[in-house]
């Protein structure tokens, strides 16, 4: 291996060491915990090793944000190809369902994804790939009930009522307990004829 190479390999670690760190200590003490100090003692790097990864905390958040969109993505796909037989309510009800157990079990990086405001272009043609492949899977699993809407704009409208669920469960605004309750309602409202 080149040096070039070897330092190539060392640098996309330390990148991705950086990514982790910010995150592990989000899911742990929120983003106000995560400091380019903080994150500076944590893998033991400089802060000016820090910067010379990231320009600071935002862009270090949006970073953790691009890998939750491919995290999500795959957990969505596993959920659209998983349902036995295709039949497009059980798709759609384990998609909702993954979605919902995402935003539930990684609270920090869903905020990182959808609360916090950082530089992510949604909806246009800078809008990053790990993007684009969750909403697709929103598409592709939303296409065999979507009838006569246009299959994007139905995802974006599921995808906004999953969030609301997500966030006020989140938020205690209504119970937790309910969230099986209110998915199925979901479902059964999107998938019923006419």
């Known amino acids: 291996m080149s040096i070039a190479a070897r330092r190539a390999r060392e640098r996309a670690q330390r990148h991705q060491l950086i990514i982790t760190a910010a995150r592990e200590l989000a899911e742990s003490e929120g983003w106000d915990a995560v400091t ?19 320009k600071g905390k935002d ?17 969505l796909r596993a959920a659209r190809t998983s349902a036995a037989g295709g039949d497009p ?27 916090m405001p950082v530089a ?12 684009r492949a969750a909403f697709g899977e929103f598409v592709l699993a939303l296409e065999p009930v979507a009838g006569a809407h246009h299959p994007g704009i139905f995802a974006e409208v599921v995808w906004a009522a999953l969030h609301g669920l997500a966030t006020l469960a989140h938020d205690r605004r209504i119970p937790a307990e309910h969230q099986e309750a209110r998915t199925d ?7 019923r004829p006419g």
């Open 36 to 54: 380019t100090r903080r994150l500076s003692e944590r893998v033991e790097y400089s802060q000016p090793v820090l910067y010379s990864h990231f």
């Open 59 to 75: 862009a270090i958040v949006r970073a953790v944000a691009i890998e939750g969109f491919a995290e999500l993505a795959s957990k």
């Open 89 to 115: 309510k059980a798709v759609l009800r384990r998609v909702a369902t993954a979605y919902l157990d995402f935003a539930r079990t990684h609270r920090a990086l869903y905020e990182a994804m959808f609360v």
């Open 120 to 131: 992510i272009p949604f909806a246009t043609e800078e809008t990053p790939e790990e993007l």
């Open 185 to 191: 309602l979901l479902i059964d409202h999107l998938t």
